[in-house]
């Protein structure tokens, strides 16, 4: 079972590569699933629920969210009507939507995904190791492949996830820092795991927003608004080798596809 999981889609740029180039990338890839982190589509902060229906018409099966996830106040209406839009699980009960997604993936395996936000650096959530294990016993030993999302911006945080899930799950992918890292791998119990995809968006940038701005926020300190950069376009994402079976992972490849 081949399965891609398309890192931080940033902006106008980031959701137009993704529009034009998807349906050639599952066919020539012979893809089964696509996931992808969603949190920044919408200008750089949030998503809109017009720009959910485009991803998911595109070829994304699941969207998953972060720490942005709330930033555009339509989307939490948004929520109970397409469940293929999802946040993080350890967001306090009661948040709308949901943290986990059940479906059948192209090649007829079911399949789950699950998202998670870390706590280092981050807003104060509920313990995302607690929520990772409760989550995974609902879903049950029925279902094999199982993806998480672990957004967050330690990397020791994301490294213990992949150690705590290996065996547990299928992979445990990181996004939120928008900078991919080369530590793609195959854990001992046959969970593939990196600590960041990286960004979909424009890569002449800093993290997907324009680098002046970003550069004199630091030089003075003072308040700034960034906007979406437009240079270098890339799609960053990972490939995942998954046994439909067993739900153990053969093998994880970083991917890059650049604008034509």
Request: proline share 5%.
């Amino acid at each position: 079972m081949r399965i891609l999981f398309i890192g931080d889609i940033v902006g106008a740029p980031g959701r137009a590569i993704v529009e034009e180039r998807l349906a050639g990338i599952i066919a020539r890839e012979q893809l089964d699933l696509v996931i992808a982190n969603g949190e920044n589509a919408a200008a750089g902060f949030g998503i809109t629920p017009h720009i959910a229906d485009d991803l998911l018409e595109a070829g994304v099966e699941v969207i998953s969210g972060g720490n942005h996830i709330w930033d555009r106040k339509e989307i939490k209406e948004y929520f109970p009507t397409q469940p293929r839009l999802v946040r993080p699980a350890n967001f306090p009960e009661g948040a709308p939507g949901s943290g986990v997604y059940k479906g059948v993936a192209r090649n007829g395996t079911p399949y789950a995904f699950l998202n998670l936000q870390g706590r280092t650096f981050m807003q104060a959530l509920d313990c995302p190791f607690h929520a990772a294990q409760r989550e995974l016993d609902r879903i049950g030993r029925d279902v094999r492949v199982i993806v998480v999302d672990m957004h967050a911006e330690a990397t020791s945080e994301k490294q213990a996830m992949g150690w705590f899930l290996d065996g547990k799950v299928s992979a445990v992918v990181g996004t939120h820092t928008h900078i991919a890292t080369a530590d793609e791998q195959i854990l001992p119990g046959g969970t593939a795991y990196i600590t960041d995809v990286g960004m979909t968006g424009p890569h002449d940038s800093v993290i997907g927003m324009q680098k002046e701005g970003i550069v004199q926020r630091f030089l003075d300190g003072l308040p700034a608004r960034f906007g979406v950069a437009t240079g270098d376009v890339r799609i960053n994402a990972v490939l995942l080798e998954v046994d439909p079976h067993t739900g153990r992972a053969s093998s994880i490849e970083r991917k890059v596809w650049r604008e034509t």
